[in-house]
Structure formats: C-alpha cells, structure tokens
Nanobody, 124 residues
C-alpha cells in the first residue's frame, strides 16, 4: 500500500504561483505513475499532470501546459506540482494519486491510491 499526503495549497491572487507537494510513504518503490488531479465544486475530477516514475516522462492537461510543472525528489519520496500564472478557474481541491501499473494516465478510475487533497483558491 501507498499513503499520500498533499500540502502547499492556499489562497493566491490571479497571476500568482503555488507549489504543491505530495509526500508518499509505504510501498513506493513499486509505483508506476504519479499524477495530479483536481476537482472544483459541482464538477467532475479532472486530470492535471502525470509522471511515469521509470524514465520520468510527463503529461499535462491542455489547461496546465505552459503553466504547471510536475517534478519529483526521489530522496524525499515527494512529487511536486509547480503552478504559475494561476487563474480563478484553477480553483479546486488538488489531489495526488498513484498506481502500480501502466494505464491511461488521465483517467481517475485507473489510480489506486489517493491523498486527501489540498485546497487551492485563486482570487480575481
């Protein structure tokens, strides 16, 4: 099993930046993919970014390309989401997720382990 805990959320003005962290513990050595999703009120959970832990390939939602960067620190078992040029429509609860196998990276249902989430609010 893997345990995930997100941190770094908060309130920021439009145009500002935040860096989210996802600390992983447990059987992390077998993890295949780490991803960030978000869910705004009354909306479905949506894909933001993903990283294949073997090789480091990254994938981004169109809404995140050019503004968000997913990265990792293997020594700390932590994955980050650097978010720049934030917009009010980025307001959501942000979740990190992981799984032990390869599958469609943007589908939430393919991920096994989830953190509790961290709130990001962007004011206009």
């Amino acid at each position: 099993q893997v345990q995930l805990v997100e941190s770094g959320g908060g309130l920021v003005q439009a145009g500002g930046s935040l860096r989210l962290s996802c600390a992983a513990s447990g059987r992390t050595a077998s993890a295949h993919t780490m991803a960030w999703f978000r869910q705004a009120p009354r909306k479905e959970r949506e894909f933001v970014a993903a990283m294949l832990l073997s090789g480091g390939a990254t994938y981004y939602a169109d809404s995140a390309k050019g503004r968000f960067t997913i990265s990792r620190d293997n020594a700390k078992n932590t994955v980050y989401l650097q978010m720049n040029s934030l917009k009010p429509e980025d307001t959501a609860i942000y979740y990190c997720a992981t799984r032990y196998y390869a599958d469609t990276y943007y589908r939430p249902s393919t991920y096994t382990y989830w953190g509790p989430g961290t709130q990001v609010t962007v004011s206009s």
